[in-house]
Structures are given as C-alpha cells and as structure tokens.
C-alpha cells in the first residue's frame, strides 16, 4: 500500500495501542491523521475506483441477468425528493416473529456482509440499536447470482435498503437484537461508504473480557484508542455502548420522567421554570476559574463559566426556583479523565424558606427518581452498556444520606489519612472516602454538607454559627463529585463584603450585586454536569466516553 | 436629591420616553446609568440609613408594645440555616375560598402597600403569578398601631413572612389575583428593598389601553422604555406579562407535551434523541454569517453559529433523529427588533427516505401540537401577556399549508410586488406575502418550500428536476420567518463542490465532509429560534422582550 493512502481500520487501530490503550492516548496518532485527512484525494480517487468497479461488474452481468431491477444503486433522484412514493419502511427494532411470512422494507447499515458461496451470503443490518439477519439465497423469482456478487462486494456501513421475506429460525439467533431473518428479494444501496474504515465498529465495539478470551486463544484483536476513537467519532458512536450512552444522558436530562403513569417530569412538577441564562457576559464572569475571552463588538467579554450569576438574577427577579441546562465554558488546564474545556451544566436554584438543607432535599428526590428511573427504563440501553464496559450497579439509599464535612474529616482520620480540617479535600481523599462511606453506610451515592467556607465561592452563604463553614455541600457519585451546590448570599453588603475578600473586582459584577438591593428572597442551587452523572452511574473511565464531541485542552475538533 | 444620587423610579423612566419609548431606545440613559452605578456606595450608605431608622423607629416603640413580638424585621440567623423549624409556609396561589378562617403563613414580595389610617393599612402580597390582598387592621390581641407602622414605612418589594386569618370578602376582589383576603396578625421583613427602586412594577406592567384611559382623564402615567426595561432586567420581569413569557417560553421548549392523558413529549415520542454539540469549534463555523472569534488554548477557534454540521454528523453517527436545544451565538451587525447575537436554537435532524417533506411533515405536527397546546393549558399565560400586550390569536390549519417559492412570487407579482425569482425574499415582501397568504387561506402559519438555491447554505440540496432551486424551506408565523430547513447533501463530493463553490475552505470543515464518507443515510433537518416562536405567537413587537437576558451588538450586560 502507498504511503500517501490513508491507513487501514487494523493498522490505524494498531497504532493506537501504540499509546495509552483506551485512554489519555498520545498525539502520535493523531499527527498522522491529520495527514491523512490532508491526503484524502487519494481516498476519494480510491473511492470513486472502487464504486466505479462495483457497478461496472453490475452493469456486465446485468445483461444477462433476468433478476437485474431487485438490486444496484439507488438513483440519486430518488433520494433527492423527487417524489413520495407512499412505500413503507418497517423498523429494523420493530421486527418481531408475529411478521413471520410476511413481506417488509427496511434500510438499515450492512454492518457485516458474509459471502457463504456464489450463490449464498449473510448481512446484518443494523439500524439505531437494533441489527437483524439478511439471508440472500439465490432463487428462482428474484435472486441471481450476480445479486449475490452485488452483495459482497458492498462496502461495510454502507446504507442499504432491502425488501425481503421475513422468517423465524428454530434456533436463536445470537449475533443479533432481533429474532427473526429476512429472506432478502430486494436489495438497493441508498450510499456507498469507503472500503477501508479508518475504525471498524466491531474492534470499537469489543470489551475487555474479549481481548481476555482472544489472548487466551492466541487471536490478537485491534484495539481502538479513546484518542483515535475521538477523531472518528461518527465511527465509534455507531457502536451500540455509545448509542447507550447518549440515550441516557438525554433520558437523565429529561429530568426526569418520573417512573410511573403519569410521565411527570421531576422539576417541571416541582414548580420549577426552565430558563435560558447568557453565555456571553461582560467582564471575567464568578472570577477564580481560567475563563475563554473574547472580543465582544469593541468590548471585553468572556464565555460564563456557569449560569450562577444570571440564575440567581432569575431568582430576583421573581421566577421562584429555575433550571437550566446549558454549555458550561471552562478555559481550566486540566487534562484529566473527569474534566472538560465545554460540558452541559444542569443548573437549579430555588428559593427557600429557612435552611439549605430544602435545596439538599431536591438533590436527594431529583437524583433518586433519576436513578429509579434509569433503572426502570433503560434496561436495554444499561445492558448494552454493560456488554462493553462491565460495571456494578450503583448502590443508593431511598433517603439520601447527608455527613458534615467534619465527620468526613473524622471517618477519614480514624482510617489514618489526615486532612487539613478547613481546607479542600483533593481527588483521592475524596475517592478514599468515598469507600469508607460505602463500608460503612453501604451507598455510593451521598451529601457532604458544612464545607469550610473558604474553599468555596465568593456567594456562599456562611454558618450562621461559624463563619469559616459555610452552607454548602458537594454531592459524590462512587467517590466522585458531580454535585455542588449552596445557600447563596442574597445581602448586598454581604456579598460585596465577600466578593472583594475573595479578590473579585466587585466592579464587574455590579448589576449582578444590584439584583440583591431590591428585594432579595433567601435562596440556594446546585449545579450538575451532565457527562459526569452518566460517567458516574455507569462507572465509566473516562468523561469523554459521554460527551459526543468532546473539548479538551488538546483537542478541538472534530 | 444631589446629583450623586440614583434617579427615582419616575425619572429614570420619564429620562427614557426621551428615547424610543417602549423600543429600541437610545443610550442616553445608559450612561446615566452606568454612572449610577458606578456610584452606588452612595446608595448603599443612604439605604443603611433607611434601615437603620425603620429599626430605630420599630425599636422606639417596641418598648412600649406588648405585641412586638408579631412583627418586624427576620433575623438574619433564621434564614442562614439555622434550623429546620417544621412552619409549613402556603404558596400564594394556593389560597381559595375553602381555607376560610383558617391561619397560614406566606411569604411574598410587598407588591403595594397602602396606610389607611394610623390603625389600618393594606398591603398586596405576590408570589410568582400571584397576588392576594392583606388587611392589616388594629385588634386587641395582636396588632398594634406601631406594628401598622412598621408596615407603612416597608420599602416596596421587600420580602414579607406574614401569618394571617384568611376570609372570604363579600365583593369580589378586582386588583389581585386570589379572591380571598388575609387578616395580618403577624408579619416580619424577610428582605428589604430600597427606598426608590429604579423602575416600579406598576408602571412597567401598564398596557397601551392604561396609557390611552389616563391621557383621556388627563394624569400622566411613567412609561417604562424597553432600554431601561433591560437595564433593570430583574425588576422589569417580575411583571405578570413577563412572568408569563417566560413560562410560556418553557413550556414551548418542552416540546411539547402533547394535550392529553399521557402527556407525552413531542419529540421524545417520535423516536428523537436529544443531543448536545460543542459551541466552541475551530475554524469559521459554516462560513457566511460574521462568527465570534476566540483563542482556543492557542488554536483559532470561533461560537457555533448553529449545530448544523455537528448534528448531521451525529445523523452520520447512527441516531437517526435528533434534536438539541441550545445556545446559537450570531456576531451580526443586525440591530432590529427580530435579531441577537445570542439565542436559543432548537434543532432538528433526521434521516429521511425520500423527500424532504418527511421533515416538513416533522414541523407540521410539531408546530401544531406546540400550538394547541399553548392554547390549551396555557390560558393564564396568554391572558397576562394579552392585558399588557393585546394580541389576536394565531390562526393556523390542522394541516399547515405549504407553498412553493414560485407560487409565492406569482402571489406578489398578482399583488403587484415584483421580485428576483431566484434571489431571497426581504423581510418586508414576507410580510406582504404573509397578509396575502392569510386573507386566501385565512392562516398566519405556512411553510414556503423549493427556494432557489443560490440563497441557500452550501450543504442543501439541489432539486432533483432543476438545480437552480433547492429541496428547502422556510416557516412563517405572522409573515415573519421563523423557521429554515431542507434536504442536506450526504454524497462528499457533492458537498465539497458545493462548499466550494460557496467560497468555503474546505480544510476548515474535513472532519465533518469525512463523515459522509462511511455510509451517510439521505438526512434533512431544521432550526427555529426559541424566543421569535413565542415573540411570533404572542404577536410581541421586540425580540428582546422573550429574551431573558438578551444580547445584541450594543448590549452584554446585564
């Protein structure tokens, strides 16, 4: 092969290994993609060869072939919106046994084509998270041999559409989701993709327990690299892991279908109101964290690094308790398995009553009926997860357990790790916690409440007993933080007081220091990253297995 | 008042009719207020005053008052968490006839409040949406004449607790939303506001008919211009018509519950997955519209325009229908009533098998059951908006009218406006167009599809039968549009000529024509701005008004 093609799914994947295997993979990779994407008119040219060859060897056998309007490329016209034919396509998912005899349309992705003889080939096609089996044979009224021929030598994840009989085995079927074959008599490609896939969506696919099973056996099997696997990531969400995932993430977004008959969903039924706060603000947003800045018509602006500021403005100006979901901006240098440059942010706020303790409330009902409900709901999805990435399920209680931060700092240093009693606990305290809670509370899921106040932001209401805590909390899924969350300062004075202690220009945040002076009801949030809580609950290793496109200090694209 | 001082409410409104009252008001003001704020420890120091007297005051009399403890101000300590009390506070909304003679406690904002004398005064309550009128009436066990003061000398939209004997009065109430009547027995200031807020909640809830009655009788009332509205942003949405658009606005976006038992999602139950792409992106978004530019970690990166490309490459990704809902950032010049430079973007993709219509189909249903809906269990919402904004309802078909490009030309050109059959319609010929469809059809909702395809992005596809026009459309509510979609180009080659041909650098966007390379399923989609859907159904005649926060080239803050 010339050096100017672009390599192969085994070699790209193999070079991949090369780095940290499914993980912060190096650049190496990456450099010689790059390449090759610059040198894709080769690709191309290969492409349209290989396309061209495919229906020269129709059009030759065509001649004779009785059969020759069952199968080839769909016209472009036809997929051009030319005009609706009234023709029904039948989802792949919705093939059940109760069709059996019956004829059906379907288009799906040949995600494997299996030639048997001349006269005999297998596909499955998949569609969404469904695959079924394709059985062309060929017959008397509708198959050829060249049909056959036509078969294998489409191109894999090429999009087909097949017309066909469909049957019930005796024996299951266990390389696919649905339990029944179609009997293919039709068979049509709607687009043709490149031969050679930079990734192939079985070796994406693959879990540990495979690479186990091959090694044992002395098969060594391509292993995809999380990197490489980023770079084509059209490829690598076709896997049914990663449909699983994203599902999900917008099952839990949908925040949340309370499991039952009435479909409520959990915040809407609280009475709270959905908004959408600004993410281009004027001057350096909360301070602390790194910020994007950019030119805003002549003036200095920055992208919001949460909707703190503009959803507590919400709750002034009259709204009760808000939600938003949200891009979250944080320029932040971290190159770490949990963090990104862009997440979507859940964002609450409410008013309260008294204590904090009501938004601490919301945390436990909202995350509990999620929980329920993802495992309620998407069993299909969970255990496709499960196929890829084995994890145990998340141990919660019915009612939420809350410690203060110093019984932490106790249980921790009963277990001889000694923390500074009004600092911040760092990843692996926490993750060391973490177990100790679940030994002895049996949960994996819990509040920590009563931070020191100054680890925490500026707005942070302090105890009213102590002032170097603070009404606040963190909310840890296996060991790790998804949740933070407080009573907020609703005093001017206060809050300006704070804001300068905490080295903020109070100057740039002026109109947001204002919305407190003209009637401020005592209130408190939280704020959630939605990649986290997916990563958490399904114990993945890695949050840019849950972002589709994730953004990190390295990477911007695709 | 010395120059240092902030303007009361009545000047600081009477300043901006000197604008464009109720529009798009010059920046007079602005400076003004700019100045004011820079200025504000002198506030600051006057309000302590003021807070420090009405203690003073309260403190004077407490001596001599044996039911001091029935009022005054919270301490701070009791809204600090500082326990949990178990007082079970009643939502203002929730107080009906059936809780007559019973005690309850509620917290609200001190909407008015009115001395009748030195033993009476009433005081209107509000919580969210609603109001509830509270007596505070002299007695023998409970009120004294200094607890009477100390409730005249609260600041407008203070936050009150106030606990009270509900009762039903024998005329209706007119002023408030609850037909019933609390008797003040106790109540305490939560939170104080200013003495002089910048912008009274009455005058900024006025309707033009209030404006037209008072010019009659010859009082001249405060008009609160849209620029100043903005300004004071917090106080300006606490109005019932505000409060009411953006609930609406939530409401829409939970698209959509369907009316009916189930209430099932829209778009969920249609079989679509909602996604989140990156806004920060590098190269220049789609080309055409001006971007926001940033530095990404040192790599040229710019706002996502819209999440075209990153939606049709989760399409390419296996999803088969998708939808998101997110930020859209716009570096546009547009200074007009129906554009930002930041809005909420709903978009839809979805993989089609023939022809465009099938998304059109997808925007039919949707809009129609979206209308219904508001209609339906959104009847306070409207009304709220109506008195301020009086509005005719939207007309619309059960099933949405759709028109070609051509027949709308040869609609103008009958009417006598002659137009470029293949350039693009100017928002004043939508208009035009929009009030003939409505007197042929009698509807203010219709979808105009086959646009010529030079006014068309590079990524949408030709008409099959004449490559001069395109498989496009728009939507128009009230002759505006509100609504682009199409086809969009799965064949890479096509794609790449086209983007070429639209002066594109096709460099920029590789990663997303790649993905057209590994089986692309024919796919169109669409994209509606949140806020102009309910600015068009409401008939609203400011964009910003449905814009939270709103941002356009001479506004990023508050």
């Known amino acids: 092969m010339a050096s100017s093609e672009p390599p192969t ?214 292993r995809v690299g999380q990197d490489t696997r980023l770079n084509y990531r059209v490829l690598d969400i076709r896997t049914p892991a990663n449909q699983a995932i994203f599902r999900i993430q917008c099952h839990v977004e949908d925040v949340s279908s309370l499991a039952g008959f009435l479909q409520m969903r959990f915040l809407r039924s609280e009475g709270f109101v959905g908004i959408h706060s600004p993410k281009l603000i004027a001057g350096s947003s909360e301070g602390g964290a790194a910020v994007f800045k950019l030119d805003y018509k002549g003036q200095p602006a920055c992208l919001a690094q949460s909707p703190q500021l503009y959803k507590q ?103 001889g790790v000694e923390v500074d009693p009004l600092g911040d606990l760092n990843t692996e305290t926490e993750r060391k916690l973490g177990r100790l809670v679940r030994e002895k509370y049996d949960t994996d899921f819990y509040i920590l409440c009563r931070y020191p106040l100054a680890v925490r932001p500026f707005y942070t209401m302090p105890c009213y007993d102590n002032p170097a805590y603070s009404n606040s909390f963190d909310v840890f899924i296996r060991g790790e933080e998804i949740i933070s969350g407080a009573q907020r300062i609703h005093l001017p004075e206060l809050l300006t007081t704070r804001a300068e202690a905490c080295g903020i220009d109070v100057k740039t945040i002026s109109s947001y220091i204002d919305s407190f002076r003209y009637g401020a009801p005592p209130h408190g949030g939280f704020g959630v990253g939605l990649e986290r809580v997916v990563m958490l609950f399904c114990a993945l290793n890695n949050i840019r297995k849950t972002s589709l496109f994730p953004r990190d200090p390295q990477r911007l694209t695709p």
Chains 1, 2 share one sequence.
């Open 9 to 222: 799914a085994s070699q790209a994947s193999l070079s991949s290994v090369d780095g940290v295997a499914d993980d912060l993979a190096g650049t190496t990779l990456s450099k010689k993609q790059a390449k090759k994407l610059a040198k894709k008119e080769a690709k191309e040219e290969r492409k349209q060869q290989t396309s061209a060859s495919a229906t020269a060897a129709q059009d030759d056998s065509a001649e004779a072939d009785p059969f020759a309007a069952n199968y080839g490329e769909v016209p472009i016209e036809e997929i051009q919106s030319k005009a609706v034919s009234g023709r029904v396509w039948t989802e792949i998912g919705a093939l059940e046994g109760q069709l059996s005899g019956q004829s059906v349309l379907i288009r799906g992705v040949a995600q494997t084509i299996r030639p048997v003889s001349k006269k005999m080939a297998f596909l499955v096609l998949r569609q969404f998270t469904s695959t079924v089996q394709c059985v062309l044979s060929v017959d008397k009224e509708s198959v050829s041999p060249q049909m056959v021929k036509f078969a294998t030598v489409l191109n894999k994840e090429s999009i087909v559409d097949v017309e066909g009989i469909i049957s019930v085995p005796k024996d299951p079927i266990t390389g696919t989701t649905q339990q029944v074959e179609v009997q293919i008599k039709k068979l049509y490609c709607v687009n043709r993709s490149v031969p050679n896939l930079p990734i192939n969506i079985e070796d994406a696919a693959r879990s540990e327990k495979d690479f186990e099973k091959a090694e044992q056996t002395g098969v060594q099997l391509v």
């Open 313 to 415: 403005m919400a709750i002034c100006g009259g709204f009760g308790r808000v939600f938003e979901v949200g891009s979250v901006f944080r320029a932040e240098d971290s190159y770490t398995h949990r963090h990104l440059c862009e997440f979507v942010g859940l964002d609450v706020e409410m008013e309260i009553k008294e204590h904090y303790f009501e938004v601490c409330d919301i945390v436990d009902r909202l995350f509990v009926a999620i929980f329920d409900d993802l495992n309620e709901n998407c069993k299909t999805e969970l255990d496709a997860i499960n196929r890829q990435y084995p994890f145990e399920p998340l141990k919660y209680l019915r009612k939420t357990l809350k410690l203060t931060f110093e019984e932490g700092i106790q249980m921790l240093k009963e277990a």
